[in-house]
């Protein structure tokens, strides 16, 4: 037991002591718990010794696989530890790696889009300009009041694209400002709709209203709510397959007033619908990429939602159009 202890170990411990040759084979000396077919450890105590009989003694272990994993599960416990931080920095680098890779898909067709959309404009401005220019139309005043009245639509557009970065940026910082009034919720819809009547009978289609006759009050911003209905008409229209239909309904549960606008477009994958309200995410494949834009718009469309202490949902089916529905509080007129 003390040459055990010498070399370090401590673990409880079986023995027998046997003298074995050609011609004898006897125990002399065993403990109690010493088993015959027991894993043993075996030494000859008469090794390097010519005239000597050959004496052995025979080592049993009971407790070794524990006493084994006692000594080791400091440096076992520091090895899983080890393994898991380089299991999860290597995750967290492929994650980064990942999204960095996105951002950068992302930027570029941000980039492509906002150059696409601001070139449109600057390119009918410049040819109007030129068109101006020309004596035969300086001495046409109807063609001259034409020509100014495109240079006032794109100097429009730019102008609206420009404004609607700059407030994504200001959401983004946490900078927007509201100006909260109480305002009518369905003169809001009725203007919106007034806005897109025109493009609406232009690719023959048709915007329907059900509930939204008597006003409705409630407390926000009115610029900014009318920016977000307009988004979502807007929407309607653009991927719509033609004989669009959009239906408008407005609901008072009590607590709320839900708006819902349903359209009959070409729908939304629904891989795609819980990532529609990402910043500058646009839904990729078929003819939707053909349509331009930021990935802006949505949203945009749920921060003021969400500002105004509202929500607002999506639910579709691809081929058979959207329901966007606007939850917005009754008890914060």
Excluded: W
């Amino acid at each position: 037991q003390k040459e055990l202890a010498s070399k370090g170990i401590s673990t409880p411990f079986e023995f027998q002591l046997r003298k074995q040759d050609k011609n004898t084979d006897k125990i002399f000396a065993q403990s109690e718990g010493f088993k015959k077919a027991g894993k043993t450890y075996k030494a000859d105590l008469s090794n390097k010794r010519i005239f000597s009989d050959h004496n052995y003694l025979y080592l049993q272990f009971p407790d070794e696989d524990n006493y084994l994993f006692s000594s080791m599960k400091n440096i076992l416990l520091l090895s899983v530890l080890f393994s898991l931080l380089i299991i999860t920095v290597f995750y967290l680098t492929l994650n980064t790696i990942l999204k960095q890779k996105r951002i950068t898909e992302i930027k570029n067709d941000f980039i492509n889009n906002m150059t696409h959309e601001l070139k449109t404009p600057i390119a009918t401005s410049s040819l109007a300009i030129d068109a101006i220019n020309n004596p035969q139309v300086k001495n046409n005043q109807e063609r001259f009041n034409q020509y100014t009245a495109i240079l006032k639509e794109e100097n429009r557009k730019l102008n609206s694209h420009v404004e609607r970065v700059l407030q994504m940026a200001l959401i983004d910082k946490g900078n927007l400002q509201l100006h909260k009034t109480r305002i009518d919720l369905c003169a809001i819809i009725q203007a919106s709709i007034n806005t897109y009547k025109l493009q609406a009978e232009h690719c023959n289609g048709h915007i329907m209203v059900d509930g939204a006759q008597t006003p409705v009050f409630i407390t926000g911003d009115e610029f900014h709510l009318l920016a977000a209905f307009n988004n979502l008409l807007d929407n309607a229209l653009k991927y719509s397959k033609g004989n669009c239909l959009v239906q408008i309904s407005l609901h008072n549960t009590g607590t709320h007033f839900l708006v819902k606008i349903k359209d009959n477009g070409i729908g939304i994958d629904a891989d795609h619908q819980k990532k529609v309200f990402d910043r500058f995410y646009r839904v990729q494949g078929g003819n939707l990429h053909d349509v331009k834009g930021f990935g802006l718009g949505l949203s945009y469309v749920k921060s003021i939602i969400e500002s105004h202490n509202g929500s607002i949902e999506l639910q579709s089916e691809k081929g058979k159009g959207s329901t966007f529905t606007i939850k917005l509080p009754a008890n914060e007129a």
